[in-house]
């Protein structure tokens, strides 16, 4: 079972991906970014990171078999960029009054703006991953500032024929709480990754549900609904998708 | 155990002290927390670069703060460099825990209760007749013990010993332990420079480890969940940009739980730790405490460390959770429950079975004597508990009535009662006695004949 569908990911697109801390969904961050880098030589990425160190993509990335020579050098390559959303700060900032650690959200969008510019001549779809948007919620950002950004990125993406992934954490499963209505509003494909509900198991990890978005006409292209989820078992670098039933134990 | 055996140190530099190669996965090194059992529960120990939190709500233990002692007692025993944070950090190192054997009493005392419980076990164990296809198998275990493979990895403390002065004071001395007092006037930020401080000045040939026994008590002022979540982020991002160092944290009581941060608190704990468990322990519940009575509370884990790989590695490496045997091949089975004792010597984490009297070999259909009729005084208990809870955010919370249709029962007249008067008093109802109900077990005068 191939999972992504291979066009999925494409121009003009934001992909909400929801998980929980029993099911978190970094394998499917890492998986859609070394689909997108294998299908071809140019292909550019941008990661928006707020939790994840660049250690961690590298080395799972590497582990994944990704050892073409452009990313050797990842950190440096021209074709996965990587952008740590702490480490950005407006210029002409105070120290004296602000933390260290303020977030700008002016500051990234300016400057994603200006690598999704650069790239724009290329003929081939930028990929920009934001991952974690609910911890800027967590660490005190507003709810307005952040839908805000979320709306720009989502613009700017459409302008520059990107597709962006935005990942949300879910911590009260039943219900949504605001920025997931927001972000609903916005996605084209809301990919829900559950875990079960009776808890961890060895053969399967969780598993993986794809819901339209409301903007989208009325297709049943790539939606998976909860009854039919596709569920995955986690590898050390990637996962194995199966349908419900079919994992290895019981074929 | 064979999973843990040592690799040869290929072309890498030497590692640092205490430390060695993840069986799983080899960019990553891992060092002990201490006890072996949560070791083996992280996937072989906790890795370089990780965070770790210990959550426990009990407020009338302290198991988040023993563990920390475990930290900072292995940390000094391997050579590691210590920083403890603190209000006193210095009183919190003196009251440390040490090896067994260092101090004036003799380790070769006359045994203590659970050793002696443990030989009479496997006295007792020998007369029974182990059906023959069964005689190779194992003995059932519930927990890892440190095994003599790597004596410097995971050393065996003892909780009665505390640390000797003396080698408190050398420590000092070659600035081994690192003491950082918090302020009460200084918020989170100035704890992240302190450290930051800390870790550029120092070079790259030592493990350093950063304790924080006791994050929210009342020296760190009044804490908001923000600016914990804040702290705990920024101690993450440091510690990846120094992956020499790791960080081993304990909330305090207060603050482990959905009630002071908010719904979802513990799981955005979760979230922003590499590697997070909750111990909850039976202390305010006297129903699970006599439902488990070797144990003293129960494991949650909430996130184990996959700092290089997808899969944490104690998915496939962790015996206690039994993931292990399961995963691919066989099919899985669920993971095993988890629970911790502290017993006088040293603090176990163990899986949790039922006990004998709940398993197959009798059929019972009396409830135990030594179970009270505890299902309404369980309610009673929790119901009140959450109704506080709630009560105390109303203005941010609608009130809800709920009431029960039926409540002309003796066993639901509690919860009604309680959900209707809101300053119900916490007293038991005693719930109307039960018949007694025929027990049903297995006996034979003739063992010889069902002799399996």
């Given at each position: 079972?191939?999972?992504?569908?291979?066009?999925?990911?494409?121009?003009?697109r934001?992909?909400?991906i929801?998980?929980?801390?029993?099911a978190?969904?970094?394998?499917l961050?890492?998986?859609?970014?070394?689909?997108h880098?294998?299908?071809s030589?140019?292909?550019?990425?941008?990661?928006?990171?707020?939790?994840?160190?660049?250690?961690?993509?590298?080395?799972?990335?590497?582990?994944?078999?990704?050892?073409?020579p452009?990313?050797?050098?990842v950190?440096?390559?021209?074709?996965?960029?990587?952008?740590?959303?702490?480490?950005?700060?407006?210029?002409?900032?105070?120290r004296?009054e602000?933390?260290?650690?303020?977030?700008?959200?002016?500051?990234?969008?300016?400057l994603?703006?200006?690598?999704?510019?650069d790239?724009?001549?290329?003929?081939?779809?930028?990929?920009?991953?934001l991952?974690?948007?609910?911890?800027?919620?967590?660490?005190?950002?507003?709810l307005?500032?952040?839908?805000?950004?979320?709306?720009?990125?989502r613009?700017?993406?459409?302008?520059?024929?990107?597709?962006?992934?935005?990942?949300?954490?879910i911590?009260t499963?039943?219900e949504?709480?605001?920025?997931?209505?927001h972000?609903?509003?916005?996605?084209?494909?809301?990919?829900?990754?559950?875990?079960?509900a009776?808890?961890?198991?060895?053969?399967?990890?969780?598993?993986?549900?794809?819901?339209?978005?409301p903007?989208?006409?009325?297709?049943?292209?790539?939606?998976?609904?909860?009854?039919?989820?596709?569920?995955?078992?986690?590898?050390?670098?990637s996962?194995?998708?199966?349908?419900?039933?079919?994992?290895?134990?019981?074929? | 155990?064979?999973?843990?055996?040592?690799?040869?140190?290929?072309?890498?530099?030497?590692?640092?002290?205490?430390?060695?190669?993840?069986?799983?996965?080899?960019s990553?090194?891992?060092?002990?927390?201490?006890?072996?059992?949560l070791?083996?529960i992280?996937?072989?120990?906790?890795p370089?670069?990780?965070s770790?939190?210990?959550?426990?709500?009990?407020?009338?233990?302290?198991?988040?703060?023993?563990?920390?002692?475990?930290?900072?007692?292995?940390?000094?025993a391997?050579g590691?460099?210590?920083?403890?944070?603190?209000?006193?950090?210095?009183?919190?190192?003196?009251?440390?825990?040490?090896?067994?054997?260092?101090?004036?009493?003799?380790?070769?005392?006359?045994?203590?209760?659970?050793?002696?419980?443990?030989?009479k076990?496997?006295?007792?164990?020998?007369?029974?007749?182990?059906?023959?296809?069964?005689?190779?198998?194992?003995?059932?275990?519930?927990?890892?013990?440190?095994?003599?493979?790597?004596?410097?990895?995971c050393?065996?403390f003892?909780?009665?010993?505390?640390?000797?002065?003396?080698?408190?004071?050398?420590?000092?001395?070659?600035?081994?332990?690192?003491?950082?007092?918090?302020?009460?006037?200084?918020?989170g930020?100035?704890?992240?420079?302190?450290?930051?401080?800390?870790?550029?000045?120092?070079?790259?040939?030592?493990?350093?480890?950063?304790?924080?026994?006791?994050?929210?008590?009342?020296?760190?002022g009044?804490?908001?969940?923000?600016?914990?979540?804040?702290?705990?982020?920024?101690l993450?991002?440091l510690?990846?940009?120094?992956p020499?160092?790791?960080?081993?944290?304990?909330?305090a009581?207060h603050?482990?739980?959905?009630?002071?941060?908010?719904?979802g608190?513990?799981?955005?704990v979760?979230?922003?730790?590499?590697?997070?468990?909750?111990?909850?322990?039976f202390?305010?519940?006297?129903?699970?405490?006599?439902?488990?009575?070797?144990?003293?509370?129960?494991?949650?884990?909430?996130?184990?460390?996959?700092?290089?790989?997808?899969?944490?590695?104690?998915d496939?490496?962790?015996?206690l959770?039994?993931?292990?045997?399961?995963?691919?091949?066989?099919?899985?089975?669920?993971?095993?429950?988890?629970?911790?004792?502290?017993?006088?010597?040293?603090?176990?984490?163990?899986?949790?079975?039922?006990?004998?009297?709940?398993?197959?070999?009798?059929?019972?259909?009396?409830?135990?004597?030594?179970?009270?009729?505890?299902d309404?005084?369980?309610?009673?208990?929790?119901?009140?508990?959450?109704?506080?809870?709630?009560?105390?955010?109303?203005?941010?919370?609608?009130?809800?009535?709920?009431?029960?249709e039926?409540?002309?029962?003796v066993?639901?007249?509690?919860?009604?009662r309680?959900?209707?008067?809101?300053?119900?008093?916490?007293?038991?109802?005693?719930?109307?006695?039960?018949?007694?109900?025929?027990?049903v077990?297995?006996?034979?005068?003739?063992?010889?004949l069902?002799?399996?």
């Amino acid at each position: 079972m191939q999972f992504p569908a291979p066009d999925l990911v494409s121009s003009r697109r934001l992909l909400l991906i929801t998980d929980q801390l029993p099911a978190p969904a970094d394998f499917l961050l890492h998986r859609f970014l070394h689909l997108h880098l294998k299908q071809s030589k140019t292909a550019k990425c941008i990661v928006l990171a707020v939790s994840e160190s660049l250690e961690r993509w590298k080395s799972v990335a590497s582990k994944a078999q990704m050892t073409s020579p452009q990313n050797t050098n990842v950190a440096h390559s021209e074709f996965f960029q990587f952008i740590d959303v702490f480490d950005q700060h407006p210029p002409s900032q105070n120290r004296g009054e602000g933390h260290e650690n303020k977030i700008s959200l002016k500051c990234i969008y300016d400057l994603l703006s200006v690598k999704l510019s650069d790239s724009r001549t290329n003929g081939q779809i930028p990929l920009v991953i934001l991952d974690d948007i609910t911890s800027l919620e967590w660490f005190g950002v507003s709810l307005l500032d952040l839908s805000r950004f979320v709306r720009a990125l989502r613009t700017l993406c459409v302008k520059m024929d990107a597709a962006l992934v935005v990942r949300h954490h879910i911590i009260t499963p039943p219900e949504p709480d605001a920025l997931l209505r927001h972000l609903l509003q916005l996605c084209t494909y809301h990919i829900e990754v559950r875990p079960l509900a009776s808890g961890r198991s060895g053969a399967v990890s969780g598993e993986i549900c794809v819901h339209l978005g409301p903007s989208m006409k009325d297709t049943n292209e790539h939606v998976i609904s909860r009854t039919s989820a596709l569920q995955y078992r986690l590898t050390e670098s990637s996962a194995v998708f199966f349908d419900k039933g079919t994992s290895t134990g019981v074929l | 155990m064979s999973s843990f055996k040592r690799k040869t140190l290929s072309g890498r530099a030497t590692l640092p002290q205490g430390t060695r190669l993840s069986p799983f996965s080899t960019s990553t090194v891992i060092t002990s927390t201490g006890i072996p059992s949560l070791d083996d529960i992280l996937g072989g120990g906790l890795p370089l670069s990780c965070s770790l939190a210990v959550l426990a709500p009990d407020h009338h233990s302290a198991y988040g703060e023993l563990v920390q002692k475990y930290f900072v007692a292995q940390g000094l025993a391997s050579g590691q460099k210590v920083c403890i944070i603190h209000d006193e950090p210095l009183r919190f190192a003196r009251e440390g825990i040490w090896m067994a054997g260092s101090t004036l009493s003799t380790p070769a005392q006359a045994s203590t209760a659970e050793d002696v419980d443990d030989e009479k076990a496997s006295q007792h164990d020998d007369k029974i007749k182990i059906a023959w296809r069964y005689e190779q198998m194992k003995k059932f275990q519930t927990t890892v013990s440190s095994n003599s493979l790597n004596d410097d990895f995971c050393i065996a403390f003892d909780l009665t010993c505390r640390i000797p002065t003396a080698a408190l004071d050398a420590a000092r001395q070659s600035a081994q332990l690192i003491p950082i007092d918090v302020d009460i006037s200084e918020d989170g930020t100035a704890v992240i420079e302190q450290i930051e401080e800390l870790l550029s000045n120092d070079t790259n040939a030592h493990a350093v480890r950063v304790c924080i026994p006791a994050l929210g008590s009342p020296h760190w002022g009044d804490m908001q969940p923000p600016t914990v979540l804040t702290l705990l982020h920024s101690l993450r991002r440091l510690l990846h940009r120094y992956p020499n160092a790791c960080a081993s944290l304990s909330l305090a009581p207060h603050m482990c739980t959905d009630t002071w941060g908010g719904p979802g608190w513990v799981q955005k704990v979760g979230w922003l730790t590499d590697a997070a468990i909750s111990m909850s322990a039976f202390g305010a519940d006297p129903s699970l405490s006599s439902l488990f009575p070797s144990h003293h509370g129960i494991v949650q884990i909430l996130t184990l460390p996959a700092p290089h790989t997808i899969l944490p590695a104690s998915d496939k490496y962790s015996t206690l959770r039994g993931l292990s045997s399961a995963a691919g091949t066989m099919g899985g089975s669920g993971e095993n429950n988890l629970a911790f004792k502290c017993m006088r010597k040293r603090l176990i984490f163990e899986t949790l079975h039922l006990d004998l009297e709940g398993g197959v070999t009798e059929r019972r259909t009396t409830p135990a004597s030594s179970a009270m009729a505890l299902d309404a005084g369980m309610a009673h208990e929790t119901i009140p508990a959450t109704i506080l809870a709630t009560e105390g955010r109303k203005g941010s919370l609608a009130t809800v009535e709920v009431e029960f249709e039926h409540s002309k029962d003796v066993g639901s007249d509690g919860p009604t009662r309680a959900m209707a008067d809101i300053t119900a008093d916490d007293s038991l109802v005693p719930a109307k006695p039960k018949k007694p109900k025929k027990k049903v077990a297995f006996r034979s005068e003739r063992p010889d004949l069902y002799d399996f």
